[in-house]
């Protein structure tokens, strides 16, 4: 199983790539700028992408969507609930002085419950609400060890921003605790950005969680 996970972008969005080098199909998750450089790191493994799975629509995380799909293949995929502020893209990349970004048309939708597979590797979709309305947390389990891709919801000792529009802290909080914290201390946690970091240790740490 191929797990790598890399910063793209201004705002160093966590993408990450799942392989399965058996079958030769990934996963990309969040793969939101640097198309290029996701290209390449997928063509130096060897994989083709079957999945291109968003954990929310926010620009950093989903504004490459179009040329990362026409580029690498694969369906695109976010939670129905996100796909009001996916519409508003565009305005988005203005807010960080960029052009040329638009909303893509859609594959599908990600919803609490759904599993993802390339070959033996299975993703688990986790409906994670806080950051915005349809945000949501990957889980995947490899070795009887889960690694949890929390997006914006859950960083290493604080939680993403909830004052963006149709949250709340008391939402995210809700999310973290009823859907993440449910799992063993020795669960690793990949954000949205910055570092990785564990469930135990944002359950004994996080100030937002105590």
Known sequence: MIVETFPVGALQCNCTILGDPGTGEAIVIDGGDDVPAIAARLDAHGLRVRYLLHTHAHVDHIGALEPLRERCGGA??????????????????????????????????????????????????????GHTPGSASFALVRDGRTTLFTGDTLFRGAVGRWDLGGTSLEDIVASIRSKLLVYADETAVVPGHGPATTIGTERTSNPFLL
Not at 92 to 103: I, K, M, S
């Open 76 to 129: 695109a995929l976010l939670h129905p609930a996100d796909r009001p502020l996916y519409a508003t893209l565009a305005e988005q990349a203005r807010w960080l002085g960029l052009t040329g970004v638009t909303p893509a048309a859609l594959d599908g939708d990600l919803t609490e419950g759904d599993r993802f597979a390339v070959g033996e590797l299975g993703l688990d979709v986790l409906h994670t609400p």
